[in-house]
């Protein structure tokens, strides 16, 4: 992803900031020019919008801890474009990789539309870069110009003090988790954080905040300190510790692929220890539990947007997995939320608490997807019911598992390999 802007001077806007910033904007995503647009009134193509900076820049300052701090909620710039038109990319960051897509656009007044480019997967650091030097080049431009005490200038000025600050950077991340502005913050929403922050830290206190949404939030944290005075018997894993140490987790984690390649790779390096054989199916929590050395194992009582709760304590690791009822869907998605726990505790280890919920663009969420569908329906066993003439419905009942997970394992068969080499 690059920004390109070629700098018109004077601008006839009657704005001094739209005055100072006015160029030729050309934005380039996985090598393509996502300003490019045809007009139907000319009937002809142009290779850049024209149109002030400062606003995109100003929404990018604005949104920049939303930008890093949410998971399932995607950015348009084209919600920065104050009149003029700009093209339909959108990006989102789920922990580890930021990506950017722009999709086919048309706009009424002006009558423009644009094509669809990307996607680009980007690293952190090379996203904050990329866009920290665009709004830099907007707010020099404007310095320059005499423009002083800009919105996007006060704005850039308080993002980039608290990026050098760790602690208020964790903190603003925390609020953008939330989606809440950290510089206008409730009371209520601060005080969620701090407590909240008592019991999560890091990737895991983001992933926890940004799937909380509209839940009582008083009330999680209450079930969250609850659950874990549980009997240590209904919720302990005796033997997945050892289990977790005796598979290389820089191993796991660094072979190509995206994060939920870590998943998959870990899936396998667990039934590897465990010994278990490809065709050895589970039916219920217990069956998965027991193997760890559980006799006791129940789920407990649960909470809305939490599917279990990872507790790692220095002897000891415990799974607390929500009860969902008697239906086969409920045993499934027990077993599936217990999966992906158990994914969590081996791929990761940054953290005293961690949650399973309900994210679909989060990083940590991916890798245990990923791990509970090739742990619980090993790829190529599927593929073998495939061939056999099976039905998604038919394997799915054998694995256990939902007729979703058994599609997708037929659909990414294909990564799946490439993640396992």
Known sequence: MQFSTEWLDPGLNESAEERATLCRLRLFVSGENACVFFDPTSKSACDHVTVPAVHLAEGLATDWWSIFGARDREQ??????????????????????????????????PNVRFWSVGPESLSRSAAESTLTEFIQGVVAKLAGAGVANSEVALRWSRVSRSRSDP????????????????????EEDAE??????????????????????????????DWVRRIEGRPGEEACLPGLR???DGIDADAVRGGL?????????????????????????????????GKLGARSFRCTEGVAGISALVCRGDEDVRVHVRERG???????????????????????????????NGL???????????????????VESVLDMVRSGRD?????GSFNVSSQVIAHQIENQDRIRRACV
């Open 242 to 244: 050892d289990i977790a």
């Open 76 to 109: 348009r710039i084209r919600d920065y474009r104050t009149g003029f038109a700009l093209p339909d990319v959108t990006f989102g960051f789920d922990g580890s990789t930021f990506e950017v897509r722009g999709e086919q656009f048309s706009f009424e007044n």
């Open 326 to 356: 008697a239906p086969n869907w409920a045993r499934q998605a027990e077993c599936f939320a217990f999966a992906r726990a158990i994914g969590d505790v081996i791929c990761f280890r940054d953290a005293r608490r961690s949650v399973v």
């Open 167 to 186: 602690e208020e950077r964790a903190f603003c991340e925390a609020a953008g988790a939330l989606g809440a502005d950290p510089y206008e913050v409730s």
């Open 360 to 378: 679909r663009r989060a990083g940590r969420q991916a890798v245990g997807r990923a791990f509970a569908a090739e742990c619980l329906a090993p």
């Open 192 to 221: 969620f954080i701090e407590h909240a922050g008592e019991l999560f830290a890091g990737e895991a206190l983001i992933e926890f905040l940004a799937g909380v949404g509209n839940t009582a939030r008083g009330s999680v944290l």
């Open 392 to 396: 998604v419905d038919e394997i799915a």
């Open 257 to 289: 692929g995206r994060g939920w390649a870590a998943g998959y790779r870990a899936a396998r390096a667990f039934r590897d220890v465990m010994g278990i054989p490809p065709g050895e199916r589970f039916s219920r929590v217990s069956d998965v539990a």
